[in-house]
């Protein structure tokens, strides 16, 4: 909705700072937008002016006026290709405000970067080029502000001056607009007709456009009234780091993200539920009697409990959520595909844990808001999601505390960051559902078999040989006493995942199956033996890391694809070549070999029983198999 704020001067008062951003479609003008501002406010220095003045003649685009556009691209790549890449942040500051600004990249392939820069802000001047209106990106932009909790927004309607000023123009594009973020929750809107270039309605009212009767830009920033700071929220302490220089002291070291706290108050572990009480709150310059959001201290408690990094401090009456399952928001910014059912890193927090998106609620279309059905996530979209963690997380819902609700996917083997949720709530079911401890642990049960628990996973080409060197360990095995089971891919596929496919969905629900069966019977002291392609390979390092790195050998039956093709026992490359099958690995889907297998079986170097003999050795030098 349309807010007028007020245009008279805000009593004096204690200097505050409001956090912003600058976003929209590319070449709308962001960029240039916030230099215009820096400079007519007179926020540059002279120094940097000069340098500004002789950059605009090498790398401008303004003719032969200052291209402010290069005051906040910083990259060398930026300013060839006048684009914004990165984040750029200013700090400046006006007789009324400080102000933080957050310019951030309008390239779809840079989303990642805006909602990096729209996590920390309380404001968003969203820009539309007044020749073009309102745009996809423009939209994708506005729905990533709405979910990372911004709720004022000034639509920038830039490059007026080249459509004449024209009212009408404005006005159609400010009633568009409106429409479009009528459900997105925003508290204000306030469309201002600006031309960045020339400074109309930035700092100064413009008289070109003498029938636009609001506030300029700067003259909104000043005045807006955003309540600031986590002061108020309730006491979340997420601790980074054990801090242990002796015998004689233990504290536990971080950064208050919201409330406050007092040396005496009671604290509750959230994911444990110990309580104790705050001994000291201590810093490099001294103790402090209290502490609050944004301190670093270090806190000293009365009673010795376990807490490690990752755990949340709160306050026994106000604790957060405890939950192996939440639903949440989910902006992907990978090329590949996030797929429900395999395995992340995610990291809330200081919290690390394993996790996965279960079910894919729906996506959400940008452009209309429109719920859709989808199977996967690909680059820059957005959707509802189930998520599962290994172990219970601690958080609060992202509208109640960002610091604390939000979270971001990263890869197990590329450690690249590839996605970013919003916790919306916990998922009901998970408060009747809790791990059961049991009496009778894995050591136990292994030792009644006289042998160590392990996953033996036999990887490689369809016809490689996998299969059947599988079956020659499991007889050995079997007649060395020893207790194995055998898990074969096609034998799956006939029950436990009978009722999954080939896609890549459908793949990654297969292998997360098969590990977690592997684990259960692992733990039950088995000798699991796996015969699955699995072709990739951070799909195998997530069932390593699921089953135990010390317990997981992976064996690499290494076939040349032709020699696998000569022998096709099961007809599949010649179904391949005849175009009845297609994503066949090794052929049109690729198969990623182990770098360092534990066991590498050269099958055209050396008999299957050699090969078997082999497996077995391993087990021998690993201890597995004396108990």
Known sequence: MFVKPATEAVPARTKDQLRFITCGSVDDGKS??????LHDSKMIYHDQLTVLERDSIKHGSAG?????ALLMDGLE???????TIDVAYRFFTTPRRSFMVADTPGHEQYTRNMATGASHAQLAIILIDARKGVMVQT????FICSLLGIRHVVLAVNKIDLVAYNKECFDRIARDYLAFAAG??????VPIPISGRYGDNVVDRSAHANWYDGPCLLEHLESIDIPSGTAGQAFRFPVQWVNRPNPDFRGYAGTVASGRISAGDEIVVAASGRTTRIKRIVTHDGDLVGAEAGDAVTITLEDEIDIGRGDIL????????VAGQFAAYVIWMDKEPLAPGRNYVLRIGSQTITGSISAIRHRIDVNTCEHLAAGMLSLNEIAFCDVATAMPAVFDPYDLNRKTGSFIFIDHYTNRTVGAGMIAFPLRRDTNIARQALSVDRRERAALKNQKPCVIWFTGLSGAGKTTIANLVDQKLCGMSRHAMLLDGDNLRHGLNADLGFSETDRVENIRRVAEVAKLMADSGLIVICSFISPSRAERDRVR?????????????????????????????????????????????CYEAPTTPDVHLRTMEQTLEHSAE???????ARSILDG
Do not use: W
Request: neutral net charge.
């Open 139 to 142: 939209r994708r932009h506005s």
């Open 64 to 68: 032969n006026d200052i291209d402010f």
């Open 614 to 620: 082999a497996v077995v050795d391993v087990l021998m």
């Open 545 to 589: 890391g699921l089953v135990g790195k010390e317990e997981f050998i992976e064996v690499f039956v290494d076939t040349p694809i032709e020699e696998c093709a000569r022998r096709d026992p099961k007809g599949l490359y010649s179904k391949v070549k005849s175009g009845k099958i297609k994503n066949f690995t090794g052929i049109d889907s």
């Open 314 to 321: 709160s306050r026994p009456d106000d604790r957060p959520k």
């Open 184 to 189: 997105l929750g925003f508290t204000s809107i």
């Open 32 to 37: 240039t937008l916030i230099g215009r501002l």
């Open 77 to 83: 790549a930026e300013r060839e290709q006048g684009i």
